[in-house]
């Protein structure tokens, strides 16, 4: 479970957000939405432990989280891009998955590939793709990254119908297998439970 | 975790090969800057002090260029992310992209070398012997650059000026370098000692710090 306790933070002088509480229990997803510049990636920040926050905690099971839960238990997925754009796709997903220390069954990884990319060359360097094809790249890893926390900027930016119904799925079967996602979007998501956190 | 560690090492050296081109564009251009130098002073009798000086001088820069270039690549926000919420912790990150920067520089001047002291009119026979000294101060030089890289490319740091706060560390390497000029001679075994020393004393502290300036002021 993770619990957030009067959560504020703030940028210099200028306050981002106040008193923020809310727990997720696995098996639960939590939408966080808002305006612009209201601090969504920062909770998220916060939450990952990449930022700390000004005011309260946050635990995951009961723990403060530190670098070490965060780096055992959070896959984070942000706005921008983290690929190289010298090396194919086949080649940062082989350098992304050494990363985070998976290892993969070739069989599992080519058909997860295939789940988001169809019949895309992998031998393409990486700039040559699209926008949303560079953003599967970055969501691939929740196939085959295995890490009970998904903490998710904006996944859906960038996609097309095809590609979100297909990133539903995946957070579909992630709440089923008693996993915990945090999401910021500015749109719904089609699943039938989840929470929703409003930063104004 | 161990094979992954291997893996991920094997990745990097594919991403300093991929990098290689920058190097060689630096290579070529100390090339130039080495005959610009030579011929300017070529009524002058200099000895080997002024040219390998010269030359030392222009490999700090050359490492600096290097060392920023991949950092601010590297290690922008996103891919910094990933990195911190890797298994594998920072510091080894660091650690490895400064060891495949150093071979990168150090494989580009072991092939430019006999053809750099050709123009430098430095005698051929020392060609072992500024090799190994050069390979063992650039250890020290990358994981300093590494340092102030990791300052200057940070997004949250108000005073970029706080790099400067490094250079005093390169100080020793570049003082210890134009004293091989006058022991190169004799017995080089202490200038051998004093960089392994030195690269060890950085090695302890330069990834703490390089990649606690990255947390901290990047993310």
Known sequence: ?200 | MIKNFLKLIANEFKLMLKGSVFSFVLFCLLIIACSIFSLSLRSESMGMNAPLSFLYIMIFFISLFKVEKIYSLDFDEAKLQQYILSPFSLEIIVFVKNMMIYLNLIIFFVIFSPLILIILNIDLSYLIQINILLSLSLLSIIFIASMTASITISKNNKLSLTSILTLPLFVPILIFSMAITDVIDFNTNKMYLFFVAYFLLNLAFSPLLTSFALKKLSV
């Open chain 1, 1 to 200: 479970m993770i619990e957030v306790n009067n959560l504020s933070f703030a940028r210099g002088n200028i306050l981002i957000y106040k008193d923020i509480n809310f727990k997720i229990s696995p098996g639960e997803l939590l939408l966080v939405s808002g305006a612009n510049g209201v601090g969504k990636t920062t909770l998220l920040s916060n939450i990952v432990n990449f930022t700390e926050p000004l005011e309260g905690n946050i635990t995951y099971h009961g723990t403060s989280i530190d670098n070490h839960i965060a780096s055992e238990c959070f896959l984070y997925i942000g706005e921008n891009n983290f690929a190289y754009d010298t090396l194919t796709l086949n080649q940062n997903i082989d350098y992304w998955l050494s990363v985070h220390n998976v290892n993969f069954d070739k069989f599992i990884k080519n058909k997860s590939v295939n789940f988001l990319f169809q019949e895309l060359n992998l031998d393409k360097k990486f700039y040559q793709l699209s926008f949303g094809q560079k953003k599967k790249l970055q969501l691939l890893l929740l196939m085959l990254v295995n890490k009970p926390v998904w903490i998710l900027d904006d996944p859906y930016s960038g996609l097309d119908t095809r590609s979100i119904m297909k990133i539903n799925t995946l957070l579909k079967k992630k709440i089923e297998n008693k996993g915990i996602i945090i999401v910021t979007s500015h749109q719904k998501i089609n699943l039938r439970n989840y929470k929703t956190l409003q930063l104004i």
